[in-house]
């Protein structure tokens, strides 16, 4: 009882909830709310291969026929006319990665438990 | 703090700090119900209880991926942003001596529309670039230009790699995808040893914002200490990306400001303009002009096809005559697939998304059995058009008892299987 009176709103709402996960919902509304978030995410998705099939708003499929980009690559006189992974793609348009390693262990060190 | 599409932001605007120190989403602990939604949606483990109560906190930027997905399912909105550039942008938009650049990510067309009353998911590329133009954007852009762009890097860079397998010095198969910024803090944060397999390509923004600030800058006789470069994007972690100091390649710190769909809406609606009542514009033409294979860079599996529409042509001197690769298009989670390539063979491919996805895979690459020559990430479940930085998932919060009730149930079946 002491226990009960002693809990806050947070705790509450954590053991209610649990205590309805467990006994009251039924299976279907769970699949149905995940359901519905998948739902969600596959109608922008369609909404994206639509746009790609759509000759108006996408003449070209392949990056290799845009005309912008074989402008770019022109070997005459393209800004990066060496093409692709050239001198000049490499300056701008590559990059070196960071060992960021350190700080996370540093964090496990001291007792955080993190997914992996 | 500003309220923008339901989400509230820190409207500071840092420059000059090292975004490894930044908590780009944190809880509001007055607001955390303790329900653990946010800790089940992340990868990394990084938001977590820290007091018997319950109550969440993302407990250090170093181990945060900053993707926002916890922020995006948090179904008390408990969740807020800790970067906003918002403020800084309204201000280069009113400074003639500024050339503000806009750089539109491809899956901002897919949700921006979403805050203006459009259903989930439609297409308004056009509004938006007369959106920006109305804004007083004065160049304008796309990333999707970029995304063509990174096809044709990425993609020469994996058949480099295919072909000089067996050979000294040579760079390490399976190649991983490079361009999401939760993937790429992820591979440096957790897995160090396979950076050697990631592309040295940088992302879509990572290239717009040095080509703007150089051949952008040609074309358009602007010079690039004028311009003020905006990355708009579907992301929260593209506002880390864009701070990586390193990312300076045309003499200028490359993007000057990100922000996300949530934000422009914002300012599209503070500006007083009538979004439904815009024409459709198109981009400038020279850092604009896009394909398909750009457009479904959105998409979980959209960079993997775009790089195979090239890979096919490239690999066996033919062309490819249906363009539409639907065994690499993945609504969630792994989807493994072998591509067959005439004159070559059969390509072997994965695409993931969802961080937690990629651990089994990651580590038959360490143990050196992976049977993949190339890996799409992508840290958001279904790909950026589900991105942190979207509009919010409407009947998330409006069904909020439905959706705690349906989580802990969920959390609980999960339990009992471990
Ligand atoms: S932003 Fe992503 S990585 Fe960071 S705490 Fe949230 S879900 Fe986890
Ligand atoms: S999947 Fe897209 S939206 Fe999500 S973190 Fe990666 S780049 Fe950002």
Redesign the pocket.
Known sequence: MRNIIKMTRRGFIRAAGLACGYAVLSVNMTKEAMAAALAFVEQRQKHVYDADRNNKLYEYKKSQDNPMITALYDKQDGFLHEGPCGHMSHRLLHTDYIDRSARVKALKAKGYKLAL | MKEMEGVLYQTNAPTGVDPDNIYFVQVDPNKCEACGTCEEVCGTGAIQSINDEGIHAVVNPAAC?????CLVNCPYGAIYEGVSYVDQIFEKLKDPNTVVVSMPAP?VRYGLGECFGYPTGTYVGGKMHAALKKLGFDLIYDNEWTADVTIMEEGTELVQRVKEQGKPKARPLPQFTS?????VKFVETFYPDLIPNLSSCK?PIGMLGPLAKTYGSHESHVPAKKMYTVSI??????KYEGMRPELADSGYHDIDATIDTRELAYMIKKAGIDFKSLPDVKPDRELGESTGGATIFGC?GGVMEAALRLGYEVLSGEKLKDPYIKAVRASSGVKAASVPIPNFGEIQVCVV?GLANTIPILEQVRQGNSPYAFIEV???PG??V?????PLDPDLRASLFKNVMARVNRRYRMRQTV
């Open positions: 991926m900053n993707c926002g997905q899956a361009c999401c910024p939760g993937w992302s994007m579907p992301c929260i972690a593209k979980s998304s992508m840290t958001c790909g950026c589900n991105g942190g930085g979207q």
